[in-house]
C-alpha cells in the first residue's frame, strides 16, 4: 500500500427488504405454490440468454477498491450452505459514469435469502471470512464480456474500503 492510499470503513448493516430496495430486492422463503407478485424476484434477463450458474470463490476477505455495475440486466446472488456474506452497493445513477462516493453501503447478507441487484446498481463483492463459499449467480450468459463497467477507486481516489461487521 502506498502511503497516499487511505483505508475507508464502512459498517456492513444486517440486509432487509426497506434497506436494501434503492439497490435491489432481498428474496426470502416463501410458501409453494404461492402466486407471483412483488416480493418475488422482478427480473430483467431481456437481453439475453439467461446464465444462472454455481461460482466458487475462496478468501474473499472484507476490502475492495473496485465497484461493477451491468446496465442491461438484473443480477441475483446468494450463497449455498447458509453462510453469510458482505456485499457493498451504491445506488445506479444511470446518468453517471462512476458511482457516488457517498453513497456506498455495506450490507451483511445471511444465507438464507438472495438478492436480486437492479440494472446499473454497482456492486463490490461477495466478500466474506469463510475459507471457500459457493454462491448462486443469475445473470446474462455474456454479462461479464459485454455488460462489466468498472470503477477503480484505488486509481480515482487512492482509496480502498473495509467492510467492518
Known sequence: ???????????????????FRPYGQ???ASEDGKTFDGEDAQLNLENGTPRFYIMRLEKRGRKFDKITRHLQC????GSLEGKDWLIAVCPPHNDLNQPVLAEI?????????????????WHAGPYFEHEVVDFYNLELADTNVVDHSTHDFLQSHQLEFEMLT
Open 105 to 121: 453501503a455495506a450490507f451483511r447478507i445471511p444465507g438464507n435469502c438472495f438478492i436480486k441487484l437492479n440494472e446499473g446498481t
Open 26 to 28: 432481498v428474496i426470502s
Open 1 to 19: 500500500m502506498n502511503s497516499s492510499q487511505t483505508v475507508q470503513q464502512l459498517q456492513a448493516k444486517w440486509i432487509t427488504p426497506e434497506n
Open 74 to 77: 438484473t443480477q441475483c446472488l
